[in-house]
């Protein structure tokens, strides 16, 4: 049965609202009225709701009361998320249905039709409109990016605040437009999503035979977005995982660079940079390791592999406290200098290409272009001002912060925490700004200050070592610019940095470290250029 707005309705929601001190009748942005009849939402299965969307358009308000005209009907809806899903504003997932339960594709808040949506929630998040952002300028250079809506929602008469109101990645000719995949299907070449995630054991798909940091315990794991998991098919199995394989052998290989034979024949290399430029803008502590989407379509079409779909920028621009997330300077694909210990690292494949010159113009020309046009000041800072303003215009950010007044207290993994909305966009605003010009210098760079690999083994002696006894790191490298030596603990935090900017002629570098540690486990990082040469382990004895 479908709900509609009553007084006996609204009179309830009044009276939580005054209860949650949020006083919401009306909003520059869409309404969102859900009801589940007080049942809870479990993480899964979808329980049945109502759902009821108000929008009178742009430059419209829109009122608590006013009947709804972009959607009156069911939804099934549950959890989704992961480390997001433990914050008191939860995130769901949602599937528009019909009276009997059954998926049906609808057009939602403008968005093209289908039946699987997103509420992202933004929490730590105390812009409201990282997601957005990033969604929104990938969008400018990319095949696809979810299409996003800022909104304001009631939960069962509960005012729950903002949340992004986006599309759900998936396979259809609106989103991710790859050929249809079936158990029946005889062509078996496409397509495909997969992804690198955290995700559970039943998604993992297939492991790669290459480990993303050499020596260390971490591994590359594939899962599977489309077909689910238990609709591939044996052949489908084969299929996927050998072109990989063959990939990165390929990759792997001396003649990886070859133009015709080599890793270009089977990856859509203006996918990767693009991917690669979004993610490091925003310098997404997650890019390139969490959340990270890769889709292939048939032969017939186009058979190489291509990145993306992006997803969940929460914890971007500048918003991590942890593996130098928040830094405006550093590449977010050497996230493995960072943070080696880190479970998810990133795979092997960023390293290789950026070892390809013919990649790093193409890269440099690319972003060269992008900023003068897709990527410019001008359109990134419009975007930022332009949610910015959907969100203090008609104060549905004050109203979310009456909600969760979380203004002013750290909320992992915060990097800046501002007393009041606006300096917490002032404080994004001045990152990105940061961010964009550490970028344009480095790319405009790019092909002369790329680091080459190095050239022999590191020696650290003695390995362990007792306490207050001083450990030596010594090695070689091709180039003889600055390098970084950077100690992190077993819970990943940097204890210790050392530079040398010295230029011996026999490019041997030697150094005592005599900073006093505890005795434990440590690992460290020797870095050159801003790229990871060597990594590794070292025990300090009592």
């Not at 971490?218 to 044996?234: C, G, I, M, S």
């Not at 017939?300 to 992006?310: F, H, N, Q, S, T």
């Amino acid at each position: 049965m479908k709900l509609k707005v009553t007084t006996t309705v609204t009179l309830l929601f009044v009276l939580s609202s005054l209860f949650s001190q949020v006083n919401f009748s009306s909003s520059n942005l869409p309404i969102i009225i859900i009801n589940t009849n007080n049942t809870g939402i479990p993480d899964e299965p979808k329980v049945s709701a109502t759902m009821q969307i108000i929008d009178n358009g742009p430059g419209n308000m829109n009122h608590i009361d006013d009947e709804p005209n972009d959607y009156n009907g069911q939804i099934g809806i549950e959890l989704r998320g992961q480390t997001s899903q433990f914050f008191p504003k939860k995130p769901y997932g949602f599937e528009t249905w019909d009276d009997l339960g059954q998926d049906q594709n609808v057009s939602l808040l403008g968005m093209p039709k289908e039946n699987d949506w997103v509420f992202h929630n933004p929490f730590s998040d105390k812009s409201l409109i990282r997601n957005a952002i990033s969604y929104s300028i990938a969008g400018k250079i990319m095949d696809y990016a979810p299409r996003v809506r800022m909104v304001e929602m009631v939960l069962n008469d509960d005012y729950r605040g903002v949340y992004l109101l986006t599309e759900k990645i998936k396979r259809d000719k609106n989103r991710v437009n790859i050929t249809k995949l079936t158990p029946e299907s005889e062509d078996v070449s496409g397509g495909y999503i997969l992804k690198f995630d955290k995700g559970d054991p039943d998604e993992v798909g297939f492991t790669s035979f290459y480990p993303p940091i050499s020596g260390q315990p971490q591994e590359t794991r594939f899962l599977w977005h489309y077909p689910k998991a238990e609709d591939v098919t044996t052949d489908q199995f084969s299929y996927i995982s050998n072109f990989i394989y063959e990939f990165e052998d390929v990759l792997t290989s001396d003649n990886f660079k070859d133009p015709v034979n080599g890793y270009r024949k089977y990856i859509d290399v203006e996918s990767f940079i693009n991917f690669m430029f979004i993610n490091e803008i925003t310098r997404n502590v997650d890019g390139y390791r969490i959340s990270s989407f890769m889709y292939k379509d048939s032969d017939a079409i186009d058979g190489r592999l291509k990145m993306g779909p992006v997803w969940d920028f929460n914890l971007a621009l500048g918003n991590a406290d942890y593996c130098e997330g928040g830094n405006t300077s550093g590449w977010g694909y050497n996230f493995n200098s960072f943070c080696p210990q880190d479970f998810w690292v990133i795979h092997f494949w960023w390293k290789r290409l950026l070892q390809d010159e013919a990649f790093l113009e193409e890269v440099q020309e690319k972003w060269l272009s992008y900023r003068a046009n897709e990527l410019s000041d001008e359109n990134i800072f419009g975007t930022i001002d332009s949610l910015t303003n959907l969100m203090t215009s008609n104060q549905a950010a004050t109203r979310n912060y009456q909600r969760w007044p979380v203004l002013g207290q750290y909320v992992w993994p915060n990097n800046f925490i501002g007393t009041t909305y606006e300096a917490e966009i002032d404080y994004l605003r001045d990152w990105t700004e940061k961010r964009l010009a550490w970028l344009d210098f480095q790319y405009s760079n790019f092909t002369s200050n790329t680091p080459t690999a190095n050239t022999g083994e590191i020696k650290v002696y003695p390995n362990p070592t007792n306490k207050g006894q001083g450990i030596t790191f010594e090695y070689e490298l091709d180039s003889g610019l600055y390098t970084t030596i950077k100690i992190y603990n077993s819970m990943g935090q940097a204890l210790n940095r050392v530079v040398i900017d010295e230029n011996p002629s026999t490019k041997l570098y030697k150094l005592r470290l005599d900073y006093p540690l505890p005795a434990g486990a440590y690992y460290y990082n020797v870095v050159s250029r801003e790229a990871v040469e060597f990594s590794g382990k070292f025990i300090i004895l009592d």
